[in-house]
């Protein structure tokens, strides 16, 4: 009979997608803003031989990301500079950076 431990379970549970918490859009598993690290790393993966395909994805929800950050707080609004690097420029080919 073979007795497993709290680590053994953890090791076994399947993972959460890192997807964003929409209208804040945070990462719903570790509410860092979103794309978060593991969701970026999700993103090439998926989109590992269609880069156009992936900035095309990124461009869309960035759009929709500030258009819900400025429906959130309309005064101050989303920096377009910043929400451009959150978004666009981890994508880009490490050579056009």
């Known amino acids: ?3 497993t431990t709290p ?3 953890r090791a076994t549970a399947p993972c959460r997608p890192h997807l964003p918490l929409r209208p804040l859009w945070l990462c719903r598993v570790c509410a860092a803003p979103w794309p978060c690290p593991v ?3 999700t993103l090439r993966r998926e989109y590992a031989h269609d880069r156009i395909g992936l900035s095309v994805y990124l461009c869309t929800v960035l759009h929709e990301a500030a258009a819900d950050l ?3 707080n309309p005064h101050d609004g989303p920096d377009p500079a910043a929400l451009f690097t959150r978004f666009l420029g ?3 080919p490490r050579h056009l950076r």
């Open 1 to 3: 009979m073979s007795r």
């Open 7 to 9: 680590d053994d379970d």
């Open 39 to 41: 969701a970026r790393l």
């Open 70 to 72: 400025y429906r959130l």
């Open 90 to 92: 981890w994508a880009r």
